[in-house]
């Protein structure tokens, strides 16, 4: 009868309504996780980035460090080799006081 294939019709109007907003649903997410994906990215190339500036400036601190512990070393073994000199100095003093020359031991 008509109004059983008007029925039919609507009914299947209705299911490819419901396809249609399914698919549509199914693009969105897919658009939306897209976003998501590319903004997740985004944001991992930042923080690559910032790890590398920070690992460069881990190494250029550590550089430095050990420059410093050089000139330590450096400056203490002058110190050390200018008190040996000192008390050598001081010794030869001494001696002189004491009326005797280094030639003269």
Same mark, same amino acid.
């Given at each position: 009868t008509a109004s059983s294939q008007k029925a039919a019709r609507e009914q299947d109007a209705q299911r490819q309504a419901k396809e249609h907003v399914v698919q549509l649903q199914a693009k969105m *997410? !897919?658009? @939306?996780?897209?976003? @998501?994906?590319?903004? !997740?990215?985004?944001? $991992?190339?930042? &923080?690559e980035s910032s790890l590398q500036v920070e690992s460069k400036q881990k190494n250029d &601190?550590?550089? *430095? $460090? !050990?420059? &410093?512990?050089?000139e330590i070393l450096d400056a203490r073994l002058k110190q050390q080799m200018a008190e040996e000199e000192a008390g050598a100095n001081n010794a030869v003093e001494i001696f002189q006081q004491d009326g005797v020359t280094l030639e003269q031991e």
């Open positions: *997410q !897919a658009a @939306t996780s897209s976003k @998501t994906i590319h903004s !997740a990215m985004c944001r $991992v190339k930042k &923080l &601190l550590k550089d *430095q $460090v !050990a420059r &410093l512990k050089r």
